[in-house]
């Protein structure tokens, strides 16, 4: 099976130096989960193979075997020093007792799951470069010397690929392996572009510099997901290798739940993408009722306009009042998720996005929701008037009463949404300043 990297595509990014670390903030969860993890050790190795352990001591000595013959062919071929860093997760099996009496180093992580024992061991980690595998048997390491190899070439993030390599006889189930990792690195490829083959793949490999600026802080398995998101999203240089997937040498069920977890990997997916859960949405929800307006607006009252087959009445004002209206309130959602995005480290400022917030800056935002109040009430008013003026009695002015709806509704929302997008820009009233005062802390951290 060849081992050659695969290069994935990726944004342009600036130069960092590989000697200085990147400031890491802590993961969610306030004072106690700062407390919980630790700063970010000394990188006076070069490798470290990571392995996240509980309950594996029937298949720790021969995953640590494999770690070893595989730091040994790095001594080698690139006199690359290493480790065997073992992060034991709450194990009750004598787990990291056997860990050290092998030879492997044991760092024991006070929070449990998937992802909090791998963040863990990633920042205890001494090498420079970090291989990371399950402790199940499933993987052989030294398929990592190829990861670490594409490293030395300049990547940041290597990916295995199970699909790309071998998945011999039962060791990945019927449902994860033609269902739900092709369903979910699908998706993720659609929405964020990271070019993998097998994004949910358990072997792979990082520099600890890239592991500090992409930051996961996800406790469970969604861990993996994030991982390769936060990468894309930044940038980091991208590539994979085949890898082969072998069945685990556990005596009990994994860990994973498929339904549960992979629902979780979903989720996250859809979370960190602000674009496809509200802009994109948003944008169509409001150009559909805009066009309903425009096209009901056009013909007198209490007519109908026909499309094809199907006839349109001034009922279906209320429909494109109430899509507008949603459609509005998602996009501003979008700036938002996205302002959060830019200011946590993990999503680049593109010239798209620095235009959107330069024309979005406080005041620009509250004089067009003033604007669209007044031109809502008058609309109103006039309704009303009319309704006094003929003593209050049958009136049929619902085009009017919907359209000044429509506009004090938005305006509201675009009032209200003006003052939190300042507040998530740090009570900053220019968003473009905050954008670029952002990015500059992001690129201040790489150098």
């Given at each position: 099976?060849?081992?050659r990297s ?6 342009p990014?600036?130069p ?8 890491v903030p ?6 106690g ?8 050790s ?8 990571l392995m ?6 029937r ?5 640590i075997?494999t ?7 790095l001594?080698?071929r ?11 997760n709450g ?16 760092v024991?992580?006070p929070?449990?799951?998937?992802g ?5 061991g990633a920042?205890?980690a001494r ?11 499933s993987?052989?390491?030294?398929d ?11 990547h940041?993030?290597?990916?295995g690929?199970r699909?790309?390599g071998q ?5 990945m ?5 033609y ?7 699908g998706?993720l490829?659609l929405?964020?572009?990271s070019?993998?083959?097998?994004a ?11 592991f ?14 994030e ?10 240089k ?13 005596d ?10 992979g629902?979780r990997?979903l989720r996250?997916l859809?979370m ?8 994109i949405?948003?944008?169509v929800?409001v ?6 307006f ?16 199907f006839?349109f ?8 009042m ?10 501003l959602?979008a700036?938002?998720?996205?302002l ?11 010239p798209v ?5 330069r024309c979005?800056?406080?005041e620009?935002q ?36 919907i359209?000044?709806t ?7 929302q675009?009032f209200f ?5 300042s ?9 473009d300043?905050a ?5 500059r802390r992001?690129l201040?951290?790489?150098r």
């Open positions: 099976m060849s081992t695969v290069p994935v595509e990726s944004a990014r600036e960092v130096s590989s000697t200085h670390a990147v400031p802590p993961p969610a969860g306030g004072q989960a700062l407390q919980t993890f630790p700063p970010p000394r990188t006076d190795l070069d490798v470290t193979i996240p352990c509980l309950n594996e001591a298949t720790l000595p021969a995953c075997e770690a070893r013959v595989a730091l040994q062919r001594a080698e690139f006199s690359l020093r290493g480790e065997i860093l073992i992060s034991d194990s009750s099996d004598g787990s990291p007792d056997l860990a050290e009496r092998l030879g492997a180093r044991v024991h992580c929070v449990r799951g998937y909090a024992a791998l963040r863990f920042l205890c090498g420079r470069y970090i291989v990371m595998g399950d402790a199940d048997a993987y052989d390491f030294c990592g010397v190829a990861m670490v190899e594409a490293l030395e070439s300049g940041e993030l290597c990916m690929s699909f790309a998945i011999l006889p039962g060791a189930p019927w449902k994860n392996r269902i739900g990792n092709p369903i979910l690195t998706v490829n929405f964020f572009r070019g993998f083959s097998d949910h793949s358990g072997l792979r490999a990082f520099t600890k510099l890239a500090l600026r992409i930051n996961p802080t996800s406790l469970g398995m969604e861990f993996a997901s991982m390769v998101i936060k990468a894309a999203l930044l940038g980091c991208r590539c994979e290798v085949p890898i082969v997937l072998r069945p685990d040498g556990r009990r069920p994994p860990h994973l739940r498929p339904f549960r977890d629902w990997h996250y859809i960190l993408s602000p674009a496809w859960l509200y802009l949405p948003g944008l929800l150009s559909a009722g805009v066009a309903l425009a096209l009901l607006l056009t013909k007198p009252p209490g007519s109908v306009v026909a499309v094809g087959p006839w009445g001034d009922h279906w004002m209320a429909l494109a109430g899509m507008t209206a949603c459609g509005h309130l998602s996009v959602f700036l938002a998720a996205t959060v995005g830019i200011r946590n480290g993990y999503r680049q400022v593109t996005l620095a235009l959107l917030y979005s800056r406080l620009t509250l004089l067009i929701s003033l604007l669209l109040i007044a031109t809502g009430v008058l609309m109103i008013g006039n309704v009303v008037l009319t309704w006094a003026g003929g003593h209050f009695g049958a009136l049929s002015m619902e085009r009017d009463m359209a000044g429509t506009a004090l509704v938005v305006g509201v675009s949404g003006a003052f939190l997008l507040v998530i820009a740090g009570n900053e009233s220019n968003l300043k954008v670029d005062d952002a990015e992001r201040r951290a790489l």
